[in-house]
Every structure is written in structure tokens, then in C-alpha cells.
């Protein structure tokens, strides 16, 4: 199976036009990219931007042939992901949008970090899950990272109460891929059982460093998850047309 992994789309939000970035020129090349691959299924991280592009957005979606599954970032409003049609209500558990999957017999869990912070009730679902007799490797999609990437970005933009979740998952005993974004870079973290993804956005790329943020690139990407034997990624990246923004 082959998982194509989009993130912080940004389409023509406030950033775009702070940043002066095509972001729906961006996709549409990305989604061309991902067309040529063999791909069985598209999850998309949250920061999807302004809800007049959510129908284009589902149409290109749509396009590539397979499911696709959107979570929320902490950008978006639900009410809004909900209008749209690209979530499903029924979803929606005390203000936070959550649920689990199984797919060619591996459990997906898709979770909701939007308001920066989980709620009791999201993290008292998964540990039911994690409590269960089941060994097989997990795959989580959020927005925020869990684990430490070791820039200013978890000084000034982590998850809060992500300690946590991440003890939560280590002591589950069971092999963890958990795929994120909202950094803007490309960045894997392992810590025990748990191995942690972080994918390029669709605007632009950040440098956290010395406590500072700042744009690093503005070429964008997207992470290929092939599922096999084992767990293995590949990030492509694409560069600006001409007249886009450089570094």
C-alpha cells in the first residue's frame, strides 16, 4: 500500500498573501506529481486555508481516484471542514473531530490537535484503544508533532500536553508512525517504539533556529508512505515557477 501524505496547504490564506505564495498553484502541481505515482490512499494535515477553495480542494481530491481523509490543523474551523464536505460530522465528539480505521488490515487513527491541546475525551479514546490485546503497527495522523524536533518551533508552536500522549503511545508497547506537519519541514524523530514524520508543507519551508523562525525555502512537498514488510517514506519537493517568491 502507498499513502501520499499532503500538509499545510495554506490555499490563498492570509500566509499565502502575506508570503505572496500561489498555494492553489502549488497543489495542483503536487497533486499532479502524486498522479504519477500508485498511490491507494491520501491523507491531508490540516491548514487547508480559505473555505471559498474547500470545493476545488474536494474536486482535486477526487481526481486522484482513491479515499482520502482531511484532518483538522489549528487553522481551520470545523464548522467549516464540515460545511464543506470535507469531514464527516458524525466524527465530531465534544468539539474535536477523531476516529479510527482499519485499512488492508493495519489500524489508522486520525486525530484532532486544532486547538493546540487534546481534550480528556480524545486522549481517553485512544487509550482504550492502545489498551487492547492488539500488536500490530499503528499509524497516527495529526497535525502537530509529539516528539521534540529540537528547533524553536517547539519553543514558540508545540502541542501543548504532548508529554502525554507520547507516554501514552510508548507504553501501548506497539510500533508507532505517527505523520504530522505544521512545522514546515522535513524532519523524522524516533523515541522507542514510536517514529515520527514530519512533512514539508505546501507553501513554504521554515528554520527554527536559536529561538528564531524564519522562511528557510519556498519549495514545497509532499511525503510517500510505502507500506510493505516494513514502514518506509520518500519526500519530494517541487520549486517555484517563475515569478513565485524565492528564498
Known amino acids: 500500500?502507498?499513502?501520499?501524505?499532503?500538509?499545510?496547504?495554506?490555499?490563498?490564506?492570509?500566509?499565502?498573501?502575506?508570503?505572496?505564495?500561489?498555494?492553489?498553484?502549488?497543489?495542483?502541481?503536487?497533486?499532479?506529481?502524486?498522479?504519477?505515482?500508485?498511490?491507494?490512499?491520501?491523507?491531508?494535515?490540516?491548514?487547508?486555508?480559505?473555505?471559498?477553495?474547500?470545493?476545488?480542494?474536494?474536486?482535486?481530491?477526487?481526481?486522484?481516484?482513491?479515499?482520502?481523509?482531511?484532518?483538522?490543523?489549528?487553522?481551520d474551523r470545523l464548522k467549516d471542514l464540515a460545511r464543506g464536505g470535507l469531514i464527516d460530522p458524525d466524527c465530531i465528539k465534544g468539539g474535536e473531530y477523531y476516529y479510527s480505521e482499519e485499512i488492508r488490515g493495519l489500524p489508522f487513527y486520525f486525530m484532532d490537535s486544532r486547538s493546540e491541546i487534546?481534550?480528556?475525551?480524545?486522549?481517553?479514546?485512544?487509550?482504550?484503544?492502545?489498551?487492547?490485546?492488539?500488536?500490530?503497527?499503528?499509524l497516527l495522523f495529526i497535525h502537530h508533532p509529539v516528539l521534540d524536533c529540537g528547533t524553536a518551533m517547539d519553543q514558540r508552536m508545540a502541542l501543548k500536553g504532548r508529554e502525554e500522549?507520547?507516554?501514552?503511545?510508548?507504553?501501548?508497547?506497539?510500533?508507532?508512525?505517527?505523520?504530522?506537519?505544521?512545522?514546515?519541514?522535513?524532519?523524522?524523530?524516533?523515541?522507542?517504539?514510536?517514529?515520527?514524520?514530519v512533512t514539508p508543507s505546501n507553501i513554504m519551508q521554515i528554520r527554527g533556529d536559536e529561538g528564531n523562525i524564519s522562511i528557510d525555502t519556498f519549495d514545497f512537498g509532499f511525503?510517500?508512505?510505502?507500506?510493505?514488510?516494513?514502514?518506509q517514506t520518500e519526500v519530494i519537493m517541487l520549486t517555484p515557477e517563475s515569478g513565485q517568491n524565492s528564498p
Open 118 to 138: 487534546l481534550g480528556t475525551a480524545q486522549l481517553q479514546w485512544l487509550r482504550g484503544k492502545m489498551a487492547s490485546a492488539d500488536e500490530r503497527e499503528i
Open 165 to 197: 500522549l507520547s507516554a501514552l503511545l510508548r507504553e501501548s508497547g506497539r510500533n508507532v508512525h505517527l505523520f504530522c506537519g505544521h512545522y514546515h519541514f522535513n524532519d523524522i524523530k524516533e523515541k522507542g517504539k514510536i517514529r515520527q514524520y
Open 1 to 75: 500500500m502507498t499513502i501520499a501524505h499532503l500538509t499545510d496547504l495554506h490555499l490563498d490564506d492570509f500566509l499565502a498573501r502575506q508570503c505572496e505564495v500561489d498555494t492553489p498553484a502549488n497543489l495542483k502541481r503536487l497533486m499532479g506529481e502524486i498522479g504519477k505515482h500508485d498511490i491507494d490512499l491520501l491523507v491531508v494535515t490540516g491548514d487547508l486555508g480559505e473555505e471559498r477553495l474547500f470545493g476545488e480542494l474536494k474536486n482535486l481530491l477526487a481526481a486522484a481516484g482513491v479515499p482520502w481523509h482531511i484532518i483538522p490543523g489549528n487553522h
Open 223 to 231: 511525503r510517500l508512505i510505502h507500506i510493505g514488510e516494513n514502514v
